[in-house]
């Protein structure tokens, strides 16, 4: 399937870039935002999969659920679940969830850990 907005190759009509966003209550949307933060201060300001520099702001885009908080609610708030990725490669992994060997590791770690089947 096609995003109607660009063209890219997506699973529904829209494309992780231009996938309309669920409105999150404002109690969420500070937890996320304070979790975020305290990740930026303790990792350095690059992806983990290439190494690429991120820039100095923390945008939500950055930060990539290993386990997808849709499927495994009770793990959005922990820091190994989540990934610093570049804009591209988060949505690249949106669109395949396997494409980097990094995730995969850390998703077979955190299901281990956690004794997910």
Do not use: Q
Request: overall charge positive; charged content about 35%; glycine content about 2%.
């Amino acid at each position: 399937m096609k995003c109607i907005v660009c063209g890219n190759n997506s699973e529904s009509e829209y494309c992780f870039r231009h996938k309309p966003k669920k409105k999150k209550s404002a109690t969420t949307a500070k937890k996320d935002h304070a979790f975020f933060k305290d990740i930026w201060k303790k990792r350095p300001h690059k992806s983990e999969v290439s190494g690429r520099y991120l820039g100095d702001e923390a945008l939500s885009v950055y930060f990539h659920h290993i386990l997808p908080k849709n499927k495994y609610p009770e793990f959005r708030l922990d820091e190994e679940n989540i990934i610093l990725l570049t804009i591209d490669e988060h949505a690249n992994v949106e669109a395949d969830m396997y494409r980097y060997e990094k995730i995969n590791t850390i998703r077979d770690y955190l299901k281990k850990k956690y004794n997910i089947v």
